[in-house]
């Protein structure tokens, strides 16, 4: 699966962008998709993760509120909703899929055989 992530941009403090991952070449079905974050100089962090039969999700605790994932079915698109962006937000977006995964697992990056090439957030304050 090739997986085409979008919706970056410049956001002020507070404000909110939506950031797609949209899959080619097959379905997202039977898939976990997660979307993970790189500001520079940092690791590589988990942001959330969505299981795409049923649609639970589960998120990195320190961005519980503020994000949210969805997805849709018929577009075969996953979706990140960031509200009320602060300056630390400001990263590299990856979005990502395995069909393979144990929920202990969900927030590690070598989880995942499939990226997506990266979206960049740059939120100003």
Same mark, same amino acid.
């Given at each position: 699966?090739? @997986? $085409?992530?979008?919706?970056? *941009?410049? &956001? @002020? &403090?507070?404000? #909110? @962008?939506?950031?797609?991952? +949209?899959?080619?070449?097959?379905?997202?079905?039977?898939?976990?998709?997660? !979307?993970?974050?790189?500001?520079?100089?940092?690791?590589?962090?988990?942001? *959330?993760?969505?299981? !795409?039969?049923?649609?639970?999700? &589960?998120?990195?605790?320190?961005?519980?509120?503020?994000?949210?994932?969805?997805?849709?079915?018929?577009?075969?698109? +996953?979706?990140?909703?960031?509200?009320? @962006?602060?300056?630390?937000?400001? +990263? /590299?977006?990856?979005?990502?899929?395995? #069909?393979?995964?144990?929920?202990?697992?969900? *927030? /590690?990056?070598?989880?995942? *055989?499939? !990226?997506? $090439?990266?979206? $960049?957030?740059? /939120?100003? #304050?």
């Amino acid at each position: 699966v090739q @997986l $085409q992530a979008s919706g970056g *941009g410049l &956001a @002020l &403090a507070g404000g #909110s @962008l939506r950031l797609s991952c +949209a899959a080619s070449g097959r379905t997202f079905r039977g898939y976990n998709i997660a !979307w993970f974050r790189q500001a520079p100089g940092k690791e590589r962090e988990f942001v *959330g993760n969505i299981k !795409w039969n049923g649609g639970a999700t &589960a998120y990195a605790d320190s961005l519980k509120g503020r994000f949210t994932i969805s997805r849709d079915i018929p577009r075969n698109t +996953a979706y990140l909703q960031m509200n009320s @962006l602060k300056p630390e937000d400001t +990263a /590299v977006y990856y979005c990502a899929a395995s #069909s393979t995964i144990i929920h202990s697992q969900i *927030g /590690v990056a070598s989880s995942y *055989g499939y !990226w997506g $090439q990266g979206t $960049q957030v740059t /939120v100003s #304050s």
